[in-house]
Nanobody, 128 residues
Framework: QLQLVESGGGLVQPGGSLRLSCKASGAALEYYHIGWFRQAPGKEREGVSCISSDGNDIDYRDSVKGRFTISRDNAKNMVYLQLNFLRPEDTGVYYC?????????????????????WGQGTQVAVAS
């Protein structure tokens, strides 16, 4: 019974930064690949980044490379997404999710359908 809760969202100006957190409970996060996703108003949910259960595989969508950094602390059951140099198009609800089949593959993915457990989301708004 894995549960995920995101926090850290807020309203920031373009160029600003936020640090999003994903706290897991009910199961050890070390067994799961974790993805960060976002959904802007009127758009489909899209993968932002992912990190494998052991942290050895990390992926980012092209639009956030060099600006966002994903990390995890399995001892604390936490995953983080550092958002730097934020742009208005980064606005959306950010979700963390866990892949229930993580033990079968070494690499994480940023495909929504690969994930089984989802947090409630945290709002990120980037505007002047």
């Amino acid at each position: 019974q894995l549960q995920l809760v995101e926090s850290g969202g807020g309203l920031v100006q373009p160029g600003g930064s936020l640090r999003l957190s994903c706290k897991a409970s009910g199961a050890a996060l070390e067994y799961y690949h974790i993805g960060w996703f976002r959904q802007a108003p009127g758009k489909e949910r899209e993968g932002v980044s992912c990190i494998s259960s052991d942290g050895n595989d990390i992926d980012y969508r092209d639009s956030v490379k060099g600006r966002f950094t994903i990390s995890r602390d399995n001892a604390k059951n936490m995953v983080y997404l550092q958002l730097n140099f934020l742009r208005p198009e980064d606005t959306g609800v950010y979700y963390c999710a866990a892949d229930g089949n993580s033990e079968l593959v070494y690499q994480c993915t940023t495909y929504t359908n690969d994930y089984d457990y989802w947090g409630q989301g945290t709002q990120v708004a980037v505007a002047s």
